[in-house]
């Protein structure tokens, strides 16, 4: 069993920067891609960002390109979500998911963050 650790949520002022981590434990011999989606309460899970185990390519929603950036350590089994030029907008809990190879659904989920960006 995998499971995702994430930190670095919190509350930060409108243009200001965060970064998101997501630790796995387990059983992490496994290659996965890795994702952050955000939730607002009544909406549903949003994609964010996405990074992929072959070659490392980064996918982003529209909402978040030019401000976010995703990033991997495959050596700490780790997911990066660098966060900058924060809007109100942005205000949500974040989830990283890892993804086996092959697999059409995210696998493994994180217990989610709390990203509060104030005006």
């Known amino acids: 069993q995998v499971q995702l650790v994430e930190s670095g949520g919190g509350l930060v002022q409108a243009g200001g920067s965060l970064r998101l981590a997501c630790e796995a434990s387990?059983?992490?011999?496994?290659?996965?891609?890795m994702g952050w989606f955000l939730q607002v309460p009544g909406k549903e899970r949003e994609f964010v960002a996405a990074?992929?185990?072959?070659?490392?390519?980064?996918y982003y929603a529209d909402s978040v390109k030019g401000r976010f950036t995703i990033s991997r350590d495959n050596a700490k089994n780790s997911a990066y979500l660098q966060m900058n030029g924060l809007k109100p907008e942005d205000t949500a809990v974040y989830y990283c998911?890892?993804?086996?190879?092959?697999?059409?659904?995210?696998?493994?989920w994180g217990q989610g963050s709390l990203v509060a960006v104030s005006s």
């Open positions: 998911a890892f993804r086996t190879i092959g697999a059409t659904e995210y696998n493994y």
């Open positions: 387990g059983h992490t011999g496994i290659n996965y891609d």
């Open positions: 990074i992929t185990w072959i070659g490392s390519n980064a």
